[in-house]
């Protein structure tokens, strides 16, 4: 699996919008970008995926670079209950496969 | 939607005793269950990938006569760490891949499992 890169901590204002990056220069044709969070004392959380086209649900948008080798996940209206790790992870979209999860970056939302 | 559920969400035992963990997925068939652990401020860290009616996939480093696994049915895996000492104190967290559907590859975890040996 592609390696990740993500700044190990951001703060956001709540209520604005909370950006927050991954690169993965390395990733293949046939990985995808997949997003989880974890709050603290719990397990993690997925919140979006994406393979080339930006994605939205009803927690968040996946905005990917044309050349794929860099996302980034946007939480439109940060709350408090947003303060998370949050991980970005490249891999084939297979069963079986394992996820490996990097450091992550641990978002502050501040009232 | 998909549910895992962990059994105990904590559990404080003597240095040299074992304790089992259950994960179960409640609404799905899980052939695949992943186990990791986390220690405090780090992040997660694969042990094994468990199939059912087969025998685990260990990451190295992690012993498999210390942390047994076994996943008996599609719905429930079980870690053993056998002869628990202080240093296998952790968060140990279990997920499984939910879904066959629009290809989507999304894990759902348990809750975790707190372990403190004393």
């Known amino acids: 699996d592609a390696k990740t890169t993500q700044p190990p901590s951001m703060d956001c204002a709540e209520g604005r919008a909370a950006n927050l990056p991954c690169n993965h220069s390395?990733?293949?044709?046939?990985?995808?970008v997949y997003w989880y969070r974890q709050i603290h004392s719990q397990g993690p959380q997925y919140i979006i995926h994406g393979l080339k086209n930006n994605e939205t649900n009803e927690m968040a948008s996946l905005i990917i670079t044309e050349d794929r080798k860099s996302s980034t996940l946007i939480l439109p209206h940060a709350t408090l209950r947003d303060t998370a790790v949050y991980y970005c992870i490249v891999r084939v979209n297979t069963g079986g496969f394992k996820t490996i999860f990097g450091a992550g970056t641990r978002l502050f939302v501040k009232a | 939607g998909a549910v895992v559920s962990q059994h105990p969400s904590w559990v404080i035992c003597k240095s040299g005793t074992s304790v089992k963990i259950e994960c179960r997925s409640l609404d799905f068939q899980a052939t695949t269950m992943f186990w990791y652990r986390q220690f405090p401020k780090q992040s997660l860290m694969l042990m094994a990938t468990?199939?059912?009616?087969?025998?685990?996939?260990?990451e190295q480093g992690v012993e498999k006569d210390k942390f047994l696994i076994n996943h008996a049915s599609l719905t429930l895996s079980t870690l053993t760490v056998t002869s628990a000492h202080p240093e296998d104190s952790s968060f140990y967290i279990c997920s499984a891949r939910a879904g066959r559907n629009s290809g989507a590859n999304v894990l759902t975890f348990g809750a975790g499992s707190r372990l403190t040996v004393l």
């Open positions: 390395t990733i293949s044709g046939n990985e995808y």
């Open positions: 468990s199939n059912e009616g087969s025998k685990a996939t260990y």
